[in-house]
């Protein structure tokens, strides 16, 4: 079964960074998609990033544009989302999530669906807070 352990979260002040990771295993299959979602306090959950293990192609929401950066280390089965100029607004519980199969362009698709973005796999959340 596929688990994922997210880490990296934290206290941060507006306009720092923070990295965050999320920890793989247990995929059978080659082709599957990593995503990272947020939720802030009262509000649905929502796509952050996604990347594709078939081909490494990524999308981003466009709140996070040019400023958070998804990425793979394959060897360590690992997904990274490095996160600059954090504002208040990121604030959130953000997690990973995987599919098999799953193509990252069609994630916002799965909007109407907030709790699952279509992804089986969960992590637990870590929490960021960015204080002003």
């Known amino acids: 079964e596929v688990q994922l352990v997210e880490s990296g979260g934290g206290l941060v002040q507006a306009g720092g960074s923070l990295r965050l990771s999320c920890a793989a295993s247990?995929?059978?299959?080659?082709?599957?998609?990593i995503g990272w979602f947020r939720q802030a306090p009262g509000k649905e959950r929502e796509g952050v990033s996604c990347i594709s293990s078939r081909d490494g192609s990524t999308v981003y929401a466009d709140s996070v544009k040019g400023r958070f950066t998804i990425s793979s280390e394959n060897a360590e089965n690992t997904v990274y989302l490095q996160m600059n100029s954090l504002k208040p607004e990121d604030t959130a519980v953000y997690y990973c999530a995987a599919e098999d199969f799953y193509d990252c362009a069609s994630l916002w698709s799965y909007s109407s669906d907030p709790e699952y973005y279509g992804m089986d796999y969960w992590g637990k959340g870590t929490l960021v807070t960015v204080s002003s």
């Open positions: 247990g995929f059978t299959s080659d082709d599957y998609a």
